[in-house]
């Protein structure tokens, strides 16, 4: 697990809210607080669509680009929200294709989720990594590999941080 402060929070929102960076990431939950609380489940419920819509369907929960517009309509204004919190985590595919490059595929069924926690709260904006196992383990490698993939994708979008 590794805790990132953002320290250019302006950008980070552009490209959280505005740009299709966090696009492919499923969603678990969002939290946003500003005159008053509001909070989404990002759990899909399949029965709601039709059979031929079915295939819109990418998991669990929800992408982003999905729930971004309500998320946006909610924190957009003249005034900052006063917290925040998003609860991502990595698809399975591209969670196996991750592992697949660092060849480290066999870690693959120990894993539960990749989750990737945005908090902003007191004029702080932290990006956490973490990963849920299926079972107990002493090995970190998997955890290791998620938290320089994190870090690496914040680079990669050019969003700055520094190491908490």
């Not at 069924?109 to 107990?136: A, H, K």
Request: aromatic residues 10%.
């Amino acid at each position: 697990m590794t805790a990132l402060e953002i320290t250019n929070i302006r950008d980070f929102m552009t490209k959280l809210l505005l740009s299709d960076t966090f696009d492919r990431l499923q969603t678990v939950e969002a939290s946003i607080t500003t005159y008053n609380s509001f909070r989404i489940d990002g759990t899909v419920h399949p029965e709601y669509y039709e059979e031929e819509s079915s295939g819109d369907i990418h998991g669990t929960y929800s992408l982003w680009k999905d729930l971004k517009p309500f998320c946006l309509s909610i924190i957009k204004g003249k005034r900052t929200p006063l917290r925040f919190r998003i609860v991502f985590i990595l698809g399975e595919d591209d969670m196996e294709e991750l592992f697949r490059q660092n060849e480290m595929s066999s870690l693959v069924p120990d894993i539960n989720s990749l989750v990737m926690t945005v908090n902003y709260d007191n004029l702080i904006l932290t990006c956490t990594s973490g990963i849920s196992l299926r079972t107990f383990s002493l090995d970190k490698s998997a955890g290791k590999i998620w938290d320089k993939y994190v870090a690496d994708f914040l680079d990669h979008h050019e969003i700055p941080y520094e190491i908490r």
